[in-house]
């Protein structure tokens, strides 16, 4: 008899094994499937967590280097050790993916390991390492099964000299020469890395703005900064090849700057892509839109009855707060309840240096959409604690409804934006005002309080500058 469960999540990212975890507290019988060979998903094991190890280590190196001496602080020998690096990084993730691991067994989630198809509503096959397929019934499915790097036409990755991002998380010598194709979060913060650690970096990009959904103003601050750092950019540049020259890698360049790039290691981020491989979801009937993710409506059901989606494989931001968020409404819909999940209010944070956050709408998209609508506007050089810390780059930026106040956007580009934009999610998830924003009272001296001053700009009386 095939062992049946109240419900099966094919994909143990942080949208399935929160989900796993929540349906569990709720007192349904969940069971995760994953393929790899640790929990987590991408994002644990190839994703957000290595890279933001990589990103802390290299900016240790690069503080001590350059950002010590205004302290007063002198380093007699500033070096790094890559391969020691890597074995924190890889400690860092482990540790993680065990965690998931103890909460699983904590929460009563069986972990199925191998690759789920489904082979009907309600029934899912699974084959592990052994090659033995095993059926499991269940009342609900919900596909969690993520994303890819976007491979391009014509370009071999072999994740030593052309490599994706979980290449680039792993190389075992820093490059001379790395060349990344796609200026989005994902190449911005693995060229920084690399950038830190000595690496000549140049970065090409086929629109004429590095991470084009973050707002113009923004991106621009973010491009001057890295510039700054070193990077080189090559906007409304297409790749047209990758060849060999001379023991190096000749990349082949079309557009507003065509030329050829010598490379030790290429880069190639341009996006990710839904993950539905071996799913089976033809078989089934389980609709996808063109570009190959899979269509849910606001409950996140699929179009076949008792067969659900979330994260990174369905639309919206590919990034693993939203797919938590949706791992636990998902849950909690099959639980009874009626949770929604505010798209509008779903951070985005690129973790260069400054780091960039946002949360809402962007200028470009209010103007686009017609709506009315008045900026405040706050410099960390007018920040007393960013003053102190030595780190005065960047600005709050406020956008509110002309006639209502409503927060429609915030943007943030400076020293631990990351955090910071943690209240301006609460205050729009409340749809505060940025009156309501102004009128908190914030702890002095606190880089939180360029928010309030950026508040307080919206309508022209900010106070300190
Ligand atoms: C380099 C990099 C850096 C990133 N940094 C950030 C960041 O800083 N912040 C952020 O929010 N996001 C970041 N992301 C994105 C983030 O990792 C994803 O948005 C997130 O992991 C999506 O979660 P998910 O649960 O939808 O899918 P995933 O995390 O992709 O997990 C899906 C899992 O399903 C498994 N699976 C697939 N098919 C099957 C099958 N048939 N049977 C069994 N198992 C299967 C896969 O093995 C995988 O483990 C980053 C991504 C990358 C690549």
Not at 272 to 283: F, I, N, Q
Request: aromatic letters at 4%.
């Amino acid at each position: 008899m095939p062992e049946r469960f109240d419900v099966v999540i094919i994909g143990a990212g942080p949208g399935g094994y929160v989900a796993a975890i929540r349906a569990a507290q709720l007192g349904l019988k969940a069971a995760c499937i994953e393929s790899r060979g640790s929990l987590g998903g991408t994002c644990l094991n190839i994703g957000c967590i290595p890279s933001k190890a990589l990103l802390q280590s290299s900016e240790k190196f690069a503080e001590a280097k350059q950002g010590l001496a205004e302290h007063g602080v002198t380093v007699a020998e500033v070096g790094f050790n890559l391969a020691a690096m890597m074995e924190r990084k890889d400690k860092v993730v482990t540790t993680l993916t065990r965690g998931v691991e103890f909460l699983f067994r904590k929460n009563k989630v069986d972990w199925l390991k191998g690759k789920a198809r489904i082979a009907a509503p309600g029934r899912v096959v699974v084959t592990g390492a052994d090659g033995i397929p095993q059926d499991i019934e269940a009342a609900s499915i919900i596909i969690a099964t993520g994303s890819e790097s976007t491979p391009l036409p014509g370009v071999h990755i072999d994740e030593q000299r052309i490599v994706s991002s979980t290449g680039a998380l792993a190389l075992d010598h820093v490059p001379k020469r790395l060349v990344v194709i796609g200026g989005g979060y994902i190449g911005l913060e693995l060229g920084s890395v690399w950038r830190r650690l000595g690496a000549e970096v140049t970065v090409v990009e086929l629109l004429d703005r590095i991470v084009p959904n973050l707002d113009r103003e923004l991106g621009q601050a973010l491009q001057r900064t890295l510039a700054r750092s070193g990077i080189d950019f090559k906007l409304g540049t297409k790749l047209a090849g990758i060849g060999e020259a001379e023991g190096a890698l000749s990349v082949k360049l079309d557009g507003s700057d065509a030329q050829k790039l010598s490379a030790d290691v290429v880069l190639v981020s341009v996006g990710r892509r839904p993950y539905t491989d071996g799913l089976g979801l033809e078989a089934v009937g389980v609709a996808r839109d063109e570009s190959g993710r899979v269509i849910v409506d606001d409950g996140f059901a699929t179009n076949i009855p008792g067969i659900y989606a979330i994260g990174d494989v369905i639309r919206g931001p590919m990034l693993a707060h939203k797919a938590e968020e949706e791992g636990i409404a998902v849950a909690e819909r099959l639980a009874g309840q009626k949770p929604q999940v505010d798209c509008d209010a779903i951070p985005s944070v690129v973790y260069t240096w400054p780091e960039v956050a946002s949360v809402g709408k962007t200028e470009e998209e209010l103007k686009a959409a017609g709506v009315s609508y008045r900026t405040g506007k706050f410099p960390f050089t007018a920040n007393p604690r960013a003053r102190t810390n030595g780190y005065t780059e960047g600005f709050v930026k406020i956008l509110a409804e002309s006639e209502t106040d409503r927060l429609l956007g915030v943007h943030i580009i400076g020293p631990d934006a990351g955090t910071l934009i943690a209240e301006a999610t609460l205050a729009k998830e409340f749809g505060a005002s940025a009156e309501d924003i102004a009128r908190t009272c914030h702890a002095h001296p606190t880089l939180s309080e360029a928010l309030k001053e950026a508040a307080l700009a919206v309508d022209a009386r900010a106070i300190h500058i």
